[in-house]
């Protein structure tokens, strides 16, 4: 199993969260809340408005999101569906732990002692070099104040 933070639509309560229930996709089991350890951008951007976290550790805020224990299955899934390696990239990431149901007696599943953990995240170093000036979010929601709705694959 490997761990996957979701900062955008994939979270709970979110358009695309569907495709992480989807047992024909792989398995995924929602281990915890965190956030970044860095601040990065993350910025609602493109035609379809998207959220996208800019590979640029170090700008932009603190991102919170949710902990997902995957199987290769899924990990593959959330490639093609993240469009991986075009669109974004899967990268490891440190995440603060804000949260956990996961276990806690298993060494490769819990937070480390300082309440981290590595997780693979899919942001993007493709991106149009005015996304780094668009505002800044700590927290997605596609419903949000931002008012910029987020158009989903379907309709596309």
């Not at 007696?105 to 819990?110: L, N, S």
Request: glycine share 10%; proline share 8%; net charge negative.
């Amino acid at each position: 199993m490997a761990r996957v933070f979701v900062y955008g639509t994939l979270k709970r309560g979110q358009p695309n969260h569907k495709v992480l229930l989807d047992p024909a996709n792989g398995c995924a089991a929602f281990r915890g809340r965190g956030r970044t350890l860095e601040p990065y951008p993350l910025v609602i951007a493109g035609e379809h408005n998207i959220p996208r976290l800019l590979n640029l550790p170090g700008h932009g805020r603190l991102v919170l999101g949710e902990i997902y224990a995957v199987d290769e299955r899924m990990l593959s899934f959330l490639d093609e569906f993240e469009g991986c390696p075009d669109m974004y990239q899967r990268t490891p990431l440190q995440v603060t732990v804000l949260e956990w149901e996961g276990a806690r007696g298993v060494p490769e599943e819990a937070p480390a002692a300082d309440g981290t953990l590595q997780c693979f995240v899919y942001s993007t170093v493709t991106y149009a070099p005015e996304w780094v000036r668009l505002p800044h979010h700590d927290d997605y929601d596609f419903l949000g104040e931002h008012g910029l709705r987020y158009n989903p694959r379907e309709n596309r």
